[in-house]
């Protein structure tokens, strides 16, 4: 059976929020953090109303700022090594809020790009139910067959909205009690443990045909 890992980039992939907050300006910590309850583009117009919102993603000053202090960054410790063993037996996205040629740039870098399919960043849309629904059409999937590996609770929301399972990580945004909030079928504090985690959901996920078709 086919079964598709969709990724978020930021906070899983690469511990980049202290990069982020740097680049944001926006609020305190914990103020940031609570931007990322839903999807991060629409509480930022909700919190902030006004602040760029009309420049088009690509060219917001945010990534400017950002990208020089992200490709300085390392993976998560572990995290390289995850990736490689889960892409034998599945088929991996990035689904990202950071726009598409950073995240490209780094996973490059790092060499990990080669096992994602694709990349989905906030300049192919910035909403996330959005681009799972790509993700169904690009692979002729069903959103019993896909994953979403998050550390953030608006990740899980947009997630839910897309009838898709979530996998929270704890290294990120947020923490235990708020990832909890998502309804995830794990939590995961390590590396190992997301990939344990992924291992027994697509032991248990329910069949719906082995040709993935709808």
């Not at 996973?107 to 169904?136: N, Q, R, W």
Request: proline letters at 5%; charged letters at 20%.
């Amino acid at each position: 059976m086919k079964t598709f890992l969709l990724f978020d980039f930021d906070g899983v992939i690469v511990d980049s929020f202290e990069a982020a907050y740097a680049c944001s300006k926006l609020g305190t910590r914990e103020e940031y953090k609570k931007l990322f309850y839903g999807n991060v583009y629409e509480e930022i117009e909700k919190n902030y109303p006004g602040k760029d919102n009309e420049i088009p993603v690509a060219e917001d000053p945010f990534f400017s700022n950002y990208i020089p202090r992200l490709m300085a960054l390392d993976p998560v410790v572990g995290m390289p090594d995850v990736l490689s063993r889960l892409a034998q037996s599945h088929t991996m996205a990035v689904v990202s809020s950071t726009i598409n040629a950073p995240i490209q740039a780094f996973l490059d870098k790092h060499d990990i790009a080669a096992h994602f399919d694709t990349v989905m960043g906030a300049d192919v849309h910035k909403s996330k139910v959005h681009k799972i629904k790509l993700a169904f059409d690009m692979y002729d999937a069903v959103p019993e067959q896909c994953l979403f590996i998050t550390d953030t609770l608006g990740d899980m929301r947009e997630a839910g909205k897309a009838g898709v399972a979530a996998l929270g990580v704890s290294w990120g945004w947020h923490d235990h009690a708020t990832l909890a909030q998502g309804s995830p079928i794990a939590i995961a504090d390590t590396p190992s443990q997301l990939h344990d985690a992924i291992q027994a959901w697509r032991t248990k996920m329910p069949a719906v045909g082995d040709s993935g078709q709808r």
